[in-house]
């Protein structure tokens, strides 16, 4: 199962809500006694994810792609990168999010970004 780092401007609801539908999922965020402090630069957050094997889910459109860019021309990977949409409700994204960690295999977003909702660009058979 996917286990999520939530960046630090997240609404907190992410966490409490991932927790409350699927309690297995591991979901830290940013700030966490054990995960990157807050203030933490992107690209540092990035060797975070690597090192300890999460998916960072993110609402930051604009420089994470440059970012997962040049963390890759470093020679590093990351599990993946998953960015919020403007247009679905935490609701919608909490199901999704439990809907790739429940469906997904280790390396399934090796490198990648994904812009949710993903589910919806899956043929209707698989959903």
Same mark, same amino acid.
């Given at each position: 199962?996917?286990?999520?780092?939530?960046?630090?401007?997240?609404?907190?609801?992410?966490?409490?809500?991932?927790?409350?539908?699927?309690?297995?999922?591991?979901?830290?965020?940013?700030?966490?006694?054990?995960?990157?402090?807050?203030?933490?630069?992107?690209?540092?957050?990035?060797?975070?994810?690597?090192?300890?094997?999460?998916?960072?889910?993110?609402?930051?459109?604009?420089?994470?792609?440059?970012? =997962? *860019?040049?963390?890759?021309? &470093? $020679?590093?990977?990351?599990?993946? +990168?998953?960015? /919020?949409?403007?247009?679905?409700?935490?609701?919608?994204?909490?199901?999704?999010?439990?809907? =790739? *960690?429940?469906?997904?295999? &280790? $390396?399934?977003?090796?490198?990648? +970004?994904?812009? /949710?909702?993903?589910?919806?660009?899956?043929?209707?058979?698989?959903?």
């Amino acid at each position: 199962m996917l286990r999520y780092l939530l960046d630090e401007n997240m609404n907190p609801l992410y966490k409490t809500q991932l927790h409350s539908k699927q309690p297995d999922l591991i979901v830290w965020e940013v700030g966490d006694l054990t995960a990157p402090s807050r203030g933490t630069l992107d690209p540092e957050i990035l060797l975070w994810c690597e090192e300890h094997g999460f998916t960072l889910v993110t609402n930051n459109r604009k420089s994470m792609p440059v970012h =997962l *860019a040049e963390h890759i021309e &470093e $020679g590093h990977h990351i599990s993946g +990168i998953f960015i /919020l949409s403007k247009k679905l409700t935490i609701g919608q994204h909490i199901d999704e999010l439990i809907l =790739l *960690a429940l469906a997904s295999f &280790e $390396g399934d977003y090796r490198d990648c +970004i994904i812009h /949710l909702p993903y589910s919806y660009s899956l043929p209707s058979e698989f959903i």
